[in-house]
């Protein structure tokens, strides 16, 4: 019973987190680093996250792109972030 109680509250985190890629971080530091992507952050996050969620290799590009980009200042991060970021935000 214990195990059953402790899988219904994991299934309940899942869904109040979200289970898909981080394209709403991607999206959103794309448009601070590089200008605002087609259709805005929400769209760009919406669109990202049904792809990401359709497509394993695209949901790696967003996740090598989130963990490439975040530690750096904009600067750095579009030198050295670019394909992987350009192939997560061009739909």
């Keep these: 019973m214990r195990q059953g109680y402790f899988f219904l509250l994991l299934v309940a985190a899942v869904f109040v987190t979200g289970c898909s890629s981080p394209c709403g971080?991607?999206?959103e530091r794309?448009?601070?680093?590089?200008?605002?992507p087609a259709g805005g952050v929400d769209a760009?996050?919406?669109e990202?996250?049904?792809?990401?969620?359709?497509d394993p290799v695209y949901?790696?590009?967003?996740?090598?792109c989130l963990s490439c980009t975040e530690?750096?200042?904009c600067s750095?991060?579009?030198q050295q972030?670019?394909?992987d970021c350009a192939i997560a935000i061009i739909r």
Excluded: I, R, T, Y
């Design 81 to 83: 972030c670019g394909l």
């Design 44 to 46: 760009c996050a919406d």
């Design 71 to 73: 530690p750096l200042v």
């Design 76 to 78: 750095e991060a579009v």
């Design 59 to 64: 949901n790696g590009h967003v996740e090598k």
């Design 30 to 36: 794309w448009s601070e680093c590089v200008g605002g």
């Design 48 to 54: 990202c996250s049904a792809k990401a969620d359709a």
């Design 25 to 27: 971080q991607v999206c």
